[in-house]
């Protein structure tokens, strides 16, 4: 990326770790199939057991129960086809293509829960807003995608059948991630052919990304244990305080919920959000206007809609994700370029 630009885009993507670029690289060199039993196929073999290793550790999981797919929407639809779960209007499309959309949502981003979650799938962190659920025992499947790597996690302790990551949204390459299950619990292959991964999901598997993942998993545990995430948190009350204190109007969404520390989902009624990401993209910031896992589609919010807010309002949001990499220039820098803009556009309405 060129100095002049910054990134504020860490939800939707992460930069690769240099771990990770290392133990690619290394993955690189070592030729055999892992499903081969000579001394190659061996070899990759350990590599991807190593791997499963550093993310079961950072995960607080057992290695036997990760499944390596070849990305969260994957293992969304290898725990959710074919079962009949209930999910809420704030969940991201890959879980909402499978689920009843009946549970509720309150105007801080809560879903609100029934007695028995058994037949449920609720989101650890919100991928737009960063508003943390609170996950009941006995959930059937949480998508922990945006929370694994920012916050301390331990899956085997959390009660929930199963749950899923990916890679990339913790400084690994995309095309990896992974499906998480409780002890004991399996699940049928909806890609079926030679059988790797304990039988869960055929196909050879990805070395070069899953020691990208090891590595990337092994090197968000030691930012999590160094209070780098307590450092970005600071950088966002930066930057949310700029903006309030430029314009009124503003709303940022969840604010009196307990949200990842990196996110700030910022609506201001009457500038859409779709403009606001070319200007500040011209202005030298990636920033976007909501998930982006929707093929380059701008549209309103459907995770502001289902907490209540108007298409008006909906329109009118984005997103700001800060990282380890983020400093305290790049945030000052992007409140004054947002602020002039908002300048322009009022002044051009009066």
């Not at 061996?42 to 990305?71: C, T, Y």
């Not at 009118?316 to 990499?325: D, F, H, K, Q």
């Amino acid at each position: 990326m060129r100095r002049d630009r910054a990134y504020l885009d860490w939800n939707a993507t992460t930069p690769l770790r240099p771990e990770a670029r290392a133990a690619m690289i290394a993955a690189m060199d070592v030729a055999g199939n892992p499903s081969s039993v000579h001394a190659e196929g061996r070899a990759a073999k350990a590599l991807v057991e190593r791997a499963r290793g550093q993310i079961a550790e950072a995960l607080g999981a057992m290695a036997a129960d990760i499944v390596f797919v070849s990305g969260s929407t994957e293992a969304a639809a290898l725990a959710l086809e074919g079962r009949d779960l209930l999910c809420s209007g704030v969940e991201h499309d890959a879980v909402r293509a499978w689920c009843r959309e009946d549970l509720s949502v309150d105007g801080c981003g809560k879903v609100q829960m029934p007695a028995d979650p058994g037949g449920c799938t609720l989101q650890l962190a919100n991928s737009e807003t960063g508003v943390i659920q609170d996950l009941p025992q006995g959930l059937a499947v949480s998508d922990l995608t945006q929370g694994f790597g920012k916050m301390p996690l331990g899956f085997d302790w959390m009660g929930i059948d199963m749950g899923f990551i990916s890679a990339h949204k913790l400084g690994g390459p995309k095309g990896i991630g992974a499906l998480v299950l409780r002890r004991g619990l399996d699940v049928t292959a909806r890609i079926k052919g030679g059988g790797q991964e304990m039988g869960r999901r055929s196909g050879t598997e990805n070395v070069i990304g899953i020691m990208g993942f090891g590595a990337a998993a092994q090197a968000a545990q030691r930012d999590l244990a160094d209070g780098v995430w307590e450092k970005v948190f600071e950088l966002r009350k930066i930057l949310e305080s700029g903006l309030a204190s430029e314009n009124t109007s503003t709303i940022f969404v969840g604010k009196d919920s307990a949200r990842l520390p990196n996110t700030s989902m910022i609506a201001t009624p009457g500038w859409k959000g779709e403009t606001q990401v070319m200007q500040m993209d011209l202005a030298g910031f990636a920033i976007s206007a909501g998930s982006a896992c929707s093929s380059g589609k701008v549209k309103a919010s459907h995770v502001l809609t289902a907490m209540g807010y108007d298409e008006e309002t909906a329109a009118s949001a984005i997103r700001v994700s800060l990282g380890p990499e983020t400093n305290e220039d790049q945030v000052l820098r992007f409140v004054e370029a947002w602020s002039a803009q908002n300048r322009r556009r009022l002044a051009r309405a009066s």
